[in-house]
């Protein structure tokens, strides 16, 4: 029995004026780009900020009262801060810890996605000095010391540290070198899939450097080419473990700045291993090592001596599947630590004393934490977003350390998130719905409103301009007694004794949604863009996504793709038998995990999807990254069927609609390679296909007018072929 329910959340009046939305206004004019609080920040007193401000024709980095608004001083004029005669961009400043400099840089670049290489620059506010970091090359990372004389950063795959007060470069390692060892700085894989690529952390008095080193000798090359109009294509190569290949050797070290000698960490005797996360406690004489195996289903926190190098588990974390890692490990003074873990089918708060005894499960319910974004330990209170009132909201609570006094926070359906300042007296808030912009605002502790930082009202105002249709969230019950969640967008002047074809989308990997009460940036006005051509939007959150407890996420184990495909599918199905449903003229258009999503749904469901439109989809998992493939997998040889059952090089004989592939030659996440080897297979069978690549593009496929080009290209084909 399967049910379709719809329920209308925040259906905003939008004009109805015969205004068109364009690709153009999307893609090149920013037309539709939502605003952030931008340059907001707030001082380590806690009741002060600073803001860049025009001040007399020139830009100048103030100092504001947080309660009041008013100005307490100006700090640095942009007009003194210069190097060798050429003036910095102050746009680009972060403070040091104790405020007194400001680090600023220039010609920045990206390696990988989380990657910055640039030439940094300290400037010193009361003597209006400004110095160059190093004049040896760009640096990675810059970081001060807690005490804010030293920065440590690696260059050229080396860790240094600039004494500030001496000018002395120190030298942590000398062995770095391209595609073979990396001293804190993450290999490929590690900065996509850990979501970290500095690997380096000062002890709170800052006396020691702990860092990974990286031996990527072992590690297979990858490489593409870039045509940048040369006789002979640019050969780019670097270090890329693929599903069952072999890893970086990881080491933990721990750099002493008095005595200048390093200390190796003793992480045990396999190597198979990972280390996502280290991280000092707050006793300056305690490294905390996060250690995962390969398969990932068991993660363990060292305590390490730095002076020696030993260490004890003292937290270990087990799953029959997989365990996340996350960035909520918090130090309790030197008593304890928090930590979040699935341990009882959701994802929770755990308080555990110093020696790894369980003191207190925190929270508790059938609902996630998707947030653990504060600690007051001065009140012993927690902060956090959750799912408690459905997956497709966030919400914020506040709880004690007890696992008492549990409070709602947020105030609206929709999603709501807090960053607190220092010495929790105020936080900004952030919040939007489906149908609304973002707004951001300062608040005071108790929750009153002490101003608006950014609504978004040149937006708004904008938006009352269009025939905007607004999103409609359903749930729809599968054959297997399922429910999942998903949204609909209309055609404007929707008529229910019409037929529409349906443009369905969605992401649909593990853990990662798409159906939430939240702003959809520019998506919304894509999406309505399609509206606007008579086309309806329907986004469906399958098995495996996130904000329902480990069993729902973690279904799509050993299988990806198999359980997601039959949820599609049957949507689709569902909605074809709507009386106001065009069945013959149902699509799915899906990039990365969606384009993988695209590319089985129009050949394990050709009779159902007459079109569909993949963007740098993977198509066999072999081809991709072994953390992430591993995680949900386990290695090729471990799991053929897993890998080969649901590849869609090998159901091409099923696809009977149209099929647009396309692909950015240069992506370094999902290569070229799995479109190639698709294309490969469609031309063997003898499938016609319409094929788009991207030249020196990576895998978002953008600069320039590479996005407008692909959305006019996806338009173009959705009204030929759907």
């Not at 599918?569 to 995990?593: H, M, T």
């Amino acid at each position: 029995m399967k049910k379709l329910v719809f329920v209308l959340l925040l259906f905003p009046v939008f004009g109805f004026s015969q205004k068109k939305i364009t690709l153009e206004d999307i893609w090149v004019n920013g037309k539709f780009s939502a605003q952030h609080a931008a340059g907001f920040n707030v001082m380590n007193d806690g009741v002060n900020y600073v803001d860049i401000v025009n001040s007399n024709g020139q830009l100048t980095l103030s100092q504001f009262d947080l309660k009041t608004g008013n100005k307490v001083k100006d700090l640095v004029s942009a007009g003194d801060i210069k190097f060798n005669g050429k003036q910095l961009n102050i746009k680009t400043y972060q403070f040091s810890p104790n405020e007194d400099k400001l680090l600023l840089y220039e010609n920045m670049e990206h390696v990988y996605r989380r990657s910055p290489k640039a030439n940094y620059y300290v400037y010193d506010i009361a003597s209006k000095k400004t110095v160059q970091l190093t004049d040896k090359g760009q640096q990675f990372f810059p970081l001060f010391s807690p005490d804010g004389k030293k920065i440590a950063f690696v260059r050229e795959n080396n860790l240094y540290i600039k004494h500030l007060d001496t000018g002395v470069e120190v030298i942590v390692t000398r062995d770095g070198e391209q595609n073979k060892i990396k001293n804190g700085w993450a290999d490929w894989v590690y900065e996509e899939e850990f979501s970290r690529a500095d690997y380096f952390d000062w002890s709170s008095n800052s006396q020691y450097l702990a860092y990974v080193k990286f031996d990527e000798t072992r590690v297979r090359d990858y490489t593409m080419d870039y045509y940048n109009g040369e006789l002979y294509p640019t050969k780019y190569t670097f270090k890329y473990p693929k599903a069952g290949e072999d890893n970086s050797i990881v080491s933990v070290h721990i750099f002493d700045e008095i005595t200048k000698k390093t200390t190796t960490a003793d992480i045990g005797t396999e190597k198979d291993i990972y280390i996502p996360r280290i991280q000092f406690t707050n006793n300056a004489m305690i490294l905390s090592i996060t250690r995962l195996n390969r398969l990932q289903n068991k993660l363990e926190l060292i305590f390490t001596d730095v002076a020696t190098g030993k260490g004890s588990v003292a937290y270990t974390d087990e799953s029959k599947t997989y365990v996340d890692i996350t960035d909520d490990l918090r130090f309790v003074g030197d008593k304890g630590f928090i930590i979040s873990s699935e341990r009882d089918e959701f994802k929770h708060l755990y308080y555990y004393d110093i020696s790894g005894k369980l003191i207190k499960q925190i929270t508790k319910g059938p609902w996630e934490i998707t947030e653990f974004t504060g600690f007051d330990e001065d009140s012993k209170t927690l902060y956090y977003e959750s799912t408690e009132n459905g997956a497709i909201n966030r919400d914020v609570y506040s709880i004690k350390l007890t696992g008492k006094d549990k409070k709602r926070l947020s105030t609206k359906a929709g999603f709501t998130s807090f960053e607190f300042t220092p010495g929790y007296k105020y936080y900004i808030s952030s919040y939007s719905n489906a149908n609304t912009p973002p707004v951001y605002e300062l608040n005071s502790i108790d929750g009153k409103t002490i101003k608006v930082l950014e609504d978004n009202s040149e937006l708004k105002k904008t938006m009352k301009d269009y025939s905007l249709s607004a999103k409609q969230f359903f749930t729809f019950k599968t054959s297997e007694g399922v429910e999942l969640n998903g949204w609909t967008l209309k055609p404007q002047n929707f008529d229910s004794t019409k037929k529409y074809p349906v443009y369905m989308y969605a992401y649909g990997g593990p853990g990662a949604n798409e159906v939430n009460n939240a702003w959809d940036g520019v998506d919304y006005f894509w999406h309505n863009l399609l509206n606007q051509e008579g086309y309806m939007v329907v986004c469906v959150d399958n098995r495996g996504t996130q904000g329902r407890g480990r069993q729902f996420k973690h279904s799509t184990y050993m299988q990806l793709g198999k359980l997601e495909t039959i949820d599609q599918i049957e949507v689709a199905k569902y909605l074809g038998k709507l009386s106001y449903v065009d069945s013959k003229r149902i699509g799915f258009q899906g990039w990365s995990y969606g384009g993988y999503m695209a590319s089985l749904l129009i050949s394990k469901g050709g009779d159902t999807f007459k079109a569909a439109i993949a963007v740098a989809p993977v198509t066999n998992w072999k081809y991709y990254d072994n953390i992430y493939t591993e995680r949900f997998l386990r290695k090729p040889q471990d799991n053929k069927s897993g890998y080969e059952d649901n590849s869609p090089t090998n159901f091409v004989k099923g696809i009977k609609g149209k099929f647009l592939l396309i692909h950015g030659s240069a992506d370094d996440n999902v290569h070229l390679q799995n479109s190639m080897e698709l294309a490969n297979a469609m031309v063997t069978h003898n499938i016609p296909f319409d094929f788009m690549l991207y030249p020196n593009k990576s895998h978002g496929i953008s600069g320039g007018y590479t996005r407008l080009h692909i959305f006019t290209k996806i338009l173009k084909f959705t009204k030929e072929n759907l």
